[in-house]
């Protein structure tokens, strides 16, 4: 997975490595600890989208979960980027 944020444009992207027909548990949490999002996407192409406008700038953990596993990943989620 690959995790990015486009401040400028208010969305907060996932990019999945391969198709994922799953529900996929996706939690994106502050690097405090506060959770930000929590919930199921079922994916219907290789990208999940987020809209990030009510997203403060700083540093975030995506954490996505489904049959294979747990993937853990750090993002800027910045308007300098």
Do not use: C, W
């Amino acid at each position: 997975y690959f995790v990015y944020s486009d401040a400028k444009g208010g969305e907060l992207s996932v990019v999945l490595q391969s198709m994922v027909y799953e529900k996929i548990h996706v939690e994106i949490v502050s690097f405090l600890g506060k959770i930000i999002f929590s919930g199921d996407i079922q994916p219907d192409s290789g990208r999940i989208n987020f809209n990030s406008t009510g997203i403060s700038e700083g540093i975030y953990i995506a954490r996505l979960t489904n049959s294979q596993g747990t993937v853990i990943k750090k993002f800027v989620n910045s308007s300098f980027l």
